[in-house]
Nanobody, 120 residues
């Protein structure tokens, strides 16, 4: 089954930190670029960070210097370390896997989302 399991969301005060995790299958993880997206009420879903299988990363300008995406190949897990959190970071965060090789190439898979709330 294709499944992405997210964890680590919660409520934190501005300036605090959270670490999100997203675990998936070995098969999907091995063929995918992994990413984190977020969606606040009334807004479009936006890219937060992405990491390729080779470790190349891309970040939204709004989170550069504060967030770090990483992946653990042994655990088939991608992480998003979020530091210096701001109220504007409040959103539902979604894990994404985009298959880049194999028969599923070009397909997107999504987690169910985890709520991150940053209070002022």
């Amino acid at each position: 089954q294709v499944q992405l399991v997210e964890s680590g969301g919660g409520l934190v005060q501005a300036g605090g930190s959270l670490r999100l995790s997203c675990a998936t299958s070995r098969m999907l993880f091995s063929i995918s670029t992994m990413g984190w997206y977020r969606q606040a009420p009334g807004n479009q879903r936006e890219l937060v960070a992405v990491i390729t299988s080779g470790g190349s990363t891309t970040y939204a300008d709004s989170v550069k210097g504060r967030f770090t995406i990483s992946r653990d190949n042994a655990k088939n897990t991608v992480y998003l370390q979020m530091n210096s959190l701001k109220p504007e970071d409040t959103a539902v965060y979604y894990c994404n896997a985009r298959a880049v090789v194999g028969p599923m190439r070009g397909s997107d898979y999504w987690g169910q989302g985890t709520q991150v709330t940053v209070s002022s």
